[in-house]
Every structure is written in structure tokens, then in C-alpha cells.
């Protein structure tokens, strides 16, 4: 099972960014994906996921009303729409997946395949 996460980059404070987060591998399905970030010296945090089969999300409270998580399955890609960014929003983005049932969403430990990182940089 591999992951590719792209669309980080620069932009300035109150722009926005679209990442993408595609999966690949034999008869590859999963319950959830996840979106986390990681600030430098900072623990790895969960921004956003969905739920594969229903599509059903869940937000930290930092993204709600600024980011969207949304998925085509057709294509085995999850995207995360980042609008109103900002400097505190500059991290390391990595998509997850949780193969299996779990209700958290949060739980670094129940995703078991990660992808490689994509940079985002808000400036001020």
C-alpha cells in the first residue's frame, strides 16, 4: 500500500491550497483517511478525515469552517481543501489510512499506512 500526498507549497496568509492524497496497491481499501500535520519541534496533530464508504468527516476545531476533506473513490484520492490559511497552519501535511474500524479519529497509532509528507507555508 503506498500513499502520495502533493499540493503543499508557499502561499500567503488568507490563501489557499488544495492537497491530494492518492492510494495505490492491490485490492487496496481502507475504512478511513486521515490528514495530520507537524510543525517543527511539535508532535504530529490530526487536521481532518473521512470515512471511505459514507463519506462522513470530522474536523479539529483549529480547520473547522476553513478546511474541507473530500474523496473520490473512483480514483482512490482524498483532498483536502485549505482556504483562509494561516501562518500557524505552516507544517508538514501527511495523509494516513486506517485499514480497520476504530473510532477515534485522532489516534496517530490506528492509521497504518502514512504517506511521505508535503511542505505548506503560510507567510505572513
Known amino acids: 500500500v503506498q500513499l502520495q500526498a502533493s499540493g503543499g507549497g508557499l502561499v500567503q496568509a488568507g490563501g489557499s491550497l488544495r492537497l491530494s492524497c492518492a492510494a495505490s496497491g492491490r485490492t487496496f481499501s481502507y475504512y478511513k483517511l486521515g490528514w495530520f500535520r507537524q510543525a517543527p519541534g511539535k508532535e504530529r496533530d490530526f487536521v481532518a478525515g473521512?470515512?471511505?464508504?459514507?463519506?462522513?468527516?470530522y474536523y479539529a476545531d483549529s480547520v473547522k469552517g476553513r478546511f474541507t476533506i473530500s474523496r473520490d473513490n473512483t480514483k482512490n484520492t482524498v483532498y483536502l481543501q485549505m482556504n483562509s490559511l494561516k501562518p500557524e497552519d505552516t507544517a508538514v501535511f501527511y495523509c494516513?489510512?486506517?485499514?480497520?474500524?476504530?473510532?477515534?479519529?485522532?489516534?496517530?497509532?490506528?492509521?497504518?499506512?502514512w504517506g511521505q509528507g508535503t511542505q505548506v507555508t503560510v507567510s505572513s
Open positions: 494516513a489510512v486506517m485499514p480497520k474500524f476504530v473510532l477515534s479519529w485522532s489516534d496517530v497509532s490506528a492509521y497504518d499506512y
Open positions: 473521512i470515512i471511505r464508504s459514507s463519506g462522513n468527516t
